[in-house]
């Protein structure tokens, strides 16, 4: 049995509605963003658009980690490393001067937030997961 399933469920549960929504808000508000940190809006709005549907993509499969906790250890360490990977590009974004600190609303807000439930979950789930590595597919 995975340990403190009940609250991996909820976190996944949480992470997935939030991703759907902010998904759905970036699709339909690309420029919210550079509105917000005061940046010039973009030519191709279009871009931040098709972010906003990858992350709202995620939204369903952390709905699914939800739905079956023991079997999301995958799904939630690409998450993860997204939500590590993202923050790095922000941050050589915000060091070179290319984007300013404000846009950090993004980084705290779809990353940061998630790292401890994330690990917590991802440390609980491996040994189960790690388990399953000998074992022929179905």
Not at 3 to 22: D, E, K, S
Not at 43 to 70: D, K, S
Not at 117 to 128: E, H, Q, V
Request: net charge positive; charged share 15%; hydrophobic share 55%.
């Amino acid at each position: 049995m995975l340990p403190r399933r009940r609250l991996h469920r909820r976190t996944f549960l949480v992470a997935g509605i939030y991703n759907l929504v902010w998904g759905l808000w970036t699709g339909l508000d690309p420029q919210w963003l550079f509105r917000f940190a005061d940046m010039p809006e973009l030519n191709h709005p279009q871009v931040f658009a098709c972010l906003g549907m990858v992350i709202g993509v995620y939204g369903l499969l952390y709905l699914e980690v939800a739905r079956r906790p023991e079997h999301g250890f995958a799904i939630a360490a690409i998450g993860m490393s997204g939500k590590l990977l993202g923050p790095a590009g922000w941050l050589i974004a915000v060091l070179t001067g290319a984007w300013p600190i404000e846009t950090g609303l993004l980084i705290l807000t779809n990353d940061v937030i998630w790292w401890v439930p994330f690990g917590l979950y991802l440390r609980d789930a491996w040994p189960a997961w790690r388990a399953t590595w000998n074992q022929p597919a179905a």
